[in-house]
C-alpha cells in the first residue's frame, strides 16, 4: 500500500496537476545538472554533489521572488496549451484521409511485420529442437545400454 500511495505528487498543488514521483525526481535532476550545476571548469562531481541539496532551497527562493514581484508570466511555467486549433486540424486531416479505414489500392509508407505469426514460427522450431534433442537423448541411452525398439 504505500508504494501504491506515493506513485503521483501534486508539486503545484492545483487540481488535477498531478506527476509521477520519476517526473520530480528528473525535473530535480535537470535542475541539479543543468541549472545549479555551474559552468567551464566549476563543473565538477564534487560541485554537484554539494549544490544538489539546495536545489529545492533555490527553487523555492526563486519561486517566492517571481510571486513576490508579481514575475509570474516571466517564469519556466508555461500556461495550459490550447489545443483547440490542434484538434481542429486532427479532425480536419481525419476527415480528408481517412486513415483508420480500410481503403483498396492504398498503400502505405511502413509495413508492420506479423509478430504473432513470427512468435509461432519460434515455438514450433523451439518444440522440434527439444523432440530431436530428447530423441539424441532416447538413442544414446539405448546406444549405451544395448537396448534396441
Known sequence: R???YHWLVNPTGKEMKWRTVDW???LNNLFTKVKYGSKGSNRTLKWILLESPLVQAYRN???MIQRN???THLTVKHGDPKMSRTFMALATRFGSHSPHRWK???TSQYEIP???EKGRELMEKSMQDEVEH?????DEIEART???D
Open 61 to 63: 527562493a526563486q519561486v
Open 104 to 106: 483498396a489500392g492504398r
Open 69 to 71: 514581484f508579481l514575475h
Open 114 to 116: 506479423d509478430l504473432t
Open 146 to 148: 544395448g537396448m534396441d
Open 134 to 138: 530428447s530423441e539424441n537423448i532416447v
Open 24 to 26: 520530480c525526481i528528473e
Open 2 to 4: 504505500a508504494v501504491r
